[in-house]
């Protein structure tokens, strides 16, 4: 008989410092859809997890229920409403189900919740009982919370920065329900009757963090790679379902900000879920001497643009601090008007967020001038808008569909753009905050980005993917914004202390440093020398 499996995605990464709520209407800039037949017709045959989901569905002849798929880019917290209309959608499946898979963040805020995929998926725990298995996709910066690790029998954070593995990650997450949904089978005919007990002993162990890795970076490489290596040779040893690491989402002001090491082994395996977690977190905590902090400023990046050289390829300025893949506003003017001042040649900007400048440059039509005070409106620490006489060069509807490697294959929704032309630069112009990951982006609105000689980009990391191969070169610039990596200067309030940079580590040399979650005896502390390591690596 064919497994009954619930499927379901929602997907929100939360900067608790941005003020403006998210709401459902927010998702249409990625996708929102209920019910099985829509997401087959919106999702089946893209890079994301469920259409990594339902090709798994199809390939283990699992029937699926899937209520919901919901992702959002990266604002501020979800409406409380808004909130329960997603949870309660998935919670909406009536019946019995032989496993659960779900596609999560790990770093969602709501109005009302800190931990609201922890809120869920102890509810779907508390409804299907404890021989369900439940697996997860998770964000690499999800912020895992002990309540999370405690509900799931498994969960698979993404392995890839730029994220490109979405797919893979939902599949391989798949893979191990079947296995786990096989066992339960088993265990039942052994016993002659249904089992009793958890499948699955899970450990999380969190290092006194708040970033790690160099953010997880993967391409190019950094000291990422090599953790992900030994979690994945951990996760083939015998009886071990998932190793897993996630690197924190540091705008969000919650206690279980930071990273993390999931482990999670077969309740009878002789593995020791424990000592595989806390090797994988004290190896976090060695990553800080290999996570950079300090970043370019307008000044460098401008120098850098003018700077004489013989590769024709586009540099590109990444304008991260205001990049809204770290919940930032994405209208910044700052890093855009130091390139107007410094009248770059056969240079573009994309995005500044600001849909009343849109409105108005489609209200004056194509070939229009008009004066603008653009972006700037939103952060009270960055300047006022940018004053700008600028040429109308083309108005459009803001759709196109992702060419790759990040989120291939789906159809993103900017809102309405204007692209604009003011001293010679061309400015994309969009009604929604969303990172440029995308070369067609550009290609949409009459552009070949290789064409350009520097490109600036509300983006971090993502836009390596597909920029960094027509880039001669990708600086970080930070010009501001509540994505900085000047932790120092974010007001946190709610974070645990102490944590790595925010306090001098001096502070660590006698602390018990990992804070460890284990689904078989709850919380507990490790010590963890500053210059060397635990016993038991």
């Known amino acids: 008989m064919a497994k009954r499996v619930l499927v379901g995605a929602i997907l929100h990464e939360t900067n608790t410092f941005n003020v403006v709520p998210t709401r459902l209407a927010d998702f249409a800039g990625r996708y929102l859809v209920f019910g099985e037949a829509e997401a087959r017709a919106r999702l089946a045959g893209t890079g994301t997890e469920v259409g990594g989901f339902l090709e798994a569905a199809a390939a283990h002849g699992w029937e699926i229920v899937l209520p919901v798929a919901a992702a959002c880019g990266p604002s501020g917290p979800l409406a409380a409403a808004d909130w329960a209309a997603l949870k309660d959608a998935m919670l909406s499946a009536r019946g019995s189900f032989d496993g659960v898979l779900l596609a999560l963040h790990g770093a969602m805020v709501s109005e009302d919740c800190l931990d609201p995929e922890g809120e869920l998926l102890a509810a779907l725990r508390a409804r299907h009982g404890e021989r369900v298995p439940i697996v997860a996709t998770l964000d690499m910066h999800a912020n895992v919370s002990p309540r999370m690790v405690a509900a799931a029998d498994a969960l698979f954070p993404y392995r890839t920065y730029p994220h490109v593995d979405h797919f893979d990650c939902a599949v391989e997450a798949a893979d191990a329900l079947a296995r786990l949904m096989q066992a339960a089978d088993r265990d039942e005919a052994d016993r002659g009757g249904a089992g009793s007990g958890r499948l699955t002993r899970a450990v999380l162990a969190r290092p006194p963090m708040i970033d790690a890795a160099d953010h997880g970076r993967t391409g190019p490489p950094g000291p990422m790679n090599a953790l992900l290596a030994h979690a994945a040779a951990l996760a083939a040893r015998p009886g071990v379902v998932s190793a897993g690491l996630t690197i924190g989402f540091p705008w969000a002001d919650v206690p279980d900000a930071g ?144 060419e790759g490697p990040v989120l291939r294959g789906l159809s993103v929704d900017m809102g309405p753009m204007a692209l604009l032309e003011a001293a010679g630069l061309r400015i994309v112009v969009a009604s929604r905050a969303l990172s440029v990951t995308d070369l067609n982006l550009f290609r949409a609105l009459g552009i070949e980005p290789a064409t350009l000689s520097v490109i600036g980009l509300k983006s971090r990391n993502h836009l390596r993917a597909a920029f960094g191969p027509i880039a001669r070169d990708i600086l970080l610039v930070d010009a501001g914004g509540i994505a900085t990596m000047r932790l120092s200067q974010i007001p946190y309030s709610r974070i645990r202390r102490p944590l790595w940079p925010l306090d001098p580590v001096e502070h660590f040399s006698n602390l018990d440093a990992i804070h460890v979650f284990d689904t078989q005896s709850g919380p507990e502390e490790r010590s963890l020398p500053v210059d060397g390591h635990a016993q038991g690596r």
Not at 303 to 324: E, I, M, S, T
Not at 328 to 356: H, K, Q, V
Request: charged letters at 20%; aromatic letters at 4%; glycine letters at 10%.
């Open 259 to 402: 990273p993390a090491a999931m482990v999670s082994v077969m309740a009878d395996a002789a593995v020791d879920p424990r000592a595989l977690a806390l090797d994988l977190g004290e190896r976090l905590w060695d990553s800080r001497t290999e996570t950079q902090l300090d970043f370019a400023g307008t000044e460098t990046a401008i120098a850098a643009a003018r700077a004489p050289g013989g590769d024709p390829r586009p540099l590109v300025l990444a304008d991260f601090a205001d990049n809204p893949a770290g919940g930032a506003y994405g209208d910044s003017p700052n890093l855009l008007r130091a390139m107007l001042e410094a009248g770059l040649d056969n240079a573009a900007f994309a995005t500044i967020c600001d849909p009343a400048a849109v409105t108005l440059a489609g209200e004056a039509g194509e070939g229009a001038m008009l004066d603008l005070a653009l972006g700037g409106r939103l952060a009270p620490h960055i300047p006022p808008p940018l004053a700008l006489r600028a040429r109308v060069l083309r108005l459009h509807p803001g759709t196109f569909r992702c």
